[in-house]
Nanobody, 126 residues
Framework: EVQLEESGGGLVQAGGSLRLSCAAS????????IAWFRQAPGKEREGVSC????????HYADSVKGRFTMSSDIAKNTVYLQLNSLKPEDTAVYYC???????????????????WGQGTQVTVSS
């Protein structure tokens, strides 16, 4: 059974940083794509980043490129999302998701992922 548990959210001022963690179990990082999504109140869930260990690539949404960095620690079965230069519009619940790698153009599309964590709240004050 795939299990994902996010942590690390909180309240931070604009320009600040946070590091989110996603503890994963029940699958091999080599076989799955692991992604971060976020959902702000009244908005659709959107993809933030995706890591595919088998090809060593990390993909980012344009809105976070240069500010967010996704990484993994396979020994700890954990992926991280470093959030820097945070903006109020980054405020959302951040979710970790995993599934077999979808098509490249669908890496940041929520419907391609079956397994989700419960989410962690990130609030950025202006």
């Amino acid at each position: 059974e795939v299990q994902l548990e996010e942590s690390g959210g909180g309240l931070v001022q604009a320009g600040g940083s946070l590091r989110l963690s996603c503890a994963a179990s029940g699958f091999s990082f080599d076989d799955y794509a692991i992604a971060w999504f976020r959902q702000a109140p009244g908005k659709e869930r959107e993809g933030v980043s995706c890591l595919i260990s088998s090809d060593g690539l990390t993909h980012y949404a344009d809105s976070v490129k240069g500010r967010f960095t996704m990484s993994s620690d396979i020994a700890k079965n954990t992926v991280y999302l470093q959030l820097n230069s945070l903006k109020p519009e980054d405020t959302a619940v951040y979710y970790c998701a995993a599934d077999l790698p979808p098509p490249t153009l669908a890496l940041l599309v929520p419907k391609w992922y079956d397994d989700w964590g419960q989410g962690t709240q990130v609030t950025v004050s202006s």
